[in-house]
C-alpha cells in the first residue's frame, strides 16, 4: 500500500492511501481504481515565495508468514511509460500491462545483520519486520546501500518509481507509482513480466501513461567558422 507523504525528514503525518498491497496478505483488496493521493503540501506563499517541498511517498508492508520480516526494500526510477495491453479481470476490474522506460535503481536498504552478514531465521528478526517504509528516510536497524552514501535523489515530477520489497521468506511485492505535476502520487500494485514490464492492477488512470521526453542533443560550443 502506497501512501503520499512528506519528505524525508518531516514529522507530518502522511495522506490518504494510493493503492492496495500487492503482497498476498494484504488484507484489504485492491481498490476498483488508482486514484491520486495528495502531495505534501508547500510552504504557505503568502509570505512571499517558497519552493514547496520534493514529493514524499510511504509504502506499507505487510507479512503473509508468522514471524517474517523485511530483507530488502529498493526503489527504481523510470522517464517513461507505454500501455502494451489490457484486460478485465472481471466486470469491474481492468488490468494493463505497461512497459517502463529507462530503470535506475536510487534508492536500496536491506536489514542489517551486523558483522555476522548473515540474517536471522523465521521468527527471531522480530527488530525488521517494519509496518511502513518511507522513501529516503531509513528505519531503524537497516543500512543504505544506494546511493554509497548521502540520502537518494528526491522524487521527480512526471516520472514512474517501482517500489519493491522483498522479505526473509522470499515474498516479494510490487508498488509502481507516478508522480504527479502537482506531487499527488498516482499508484498501483504490480507484479513484473518480461524486462521493464509490469502487470498493474487495476484500472489504470488513462493520464498514468506517459512516453518519455525526447532526448535533446547538447548544444554545440563551438561557435567558431
Known sequence: MLHSGKP??????????????????????????????????????????????????????????????????SVSKYSGA??????????????????FDGGVTVWEIKADAGVFSKLPVLGSG?????????????????????????????????H???FTAQRASGTLSYEAVRVEADGSLDGYEA??????????CCNVNPDFVQPAPPLVPPADSDSGP
Open 8 to 73: 524525508a525528514g518531516s514529522g507530518a503525518p502522511s495522506a490518504a492511501p494510493a493503492a492496495a498491497s500487492s503482497d498476498a496478505s494484504a488484507q484489504s483488496s485492491p481498490s476498483a481504481e488508482g486514484s491520486p493521493v495528495e502531495a505534501a503540501p508547500g510552504a504557505d506563499s503568502a509570505s512571499g515565495e517558497a519552493n514547496p517541498p520534493a514529493p514524499g511517498a510511504t509504502v506499507a508492508i505487510s507479512y503473509a508468514h508468522k514471524g517474517d520480516y523485511l530483507a530488502s526494500l
Open 82 to 99: 507505454e500501455m502494451v495491453q489490457s484486460r478485465s479481470v472481471d466486470p469491474q476490474r481492468v488490468e494493463s500491462i505497461i512497459l
Open 126 to 158: 522480530d527488530k525488521f519486520a517494519v509496518k511502513s517504509v518511507t522513501y529516503g528516510k531509513l528505519p531503524n536497524h537497516f543500512a543504505q546501500t544506494t546511493p554509497d552514501s548521502g540520502p537518494p535523489e528526491p522524487l521527480e515530477t512526471g
Open 160 to 162: 514512474y518509481y517501482i
Open 191 to 200: 507484479e513484473p513480466r518480461a524486462g521493464t514490464s509490469y502487470v498493474l
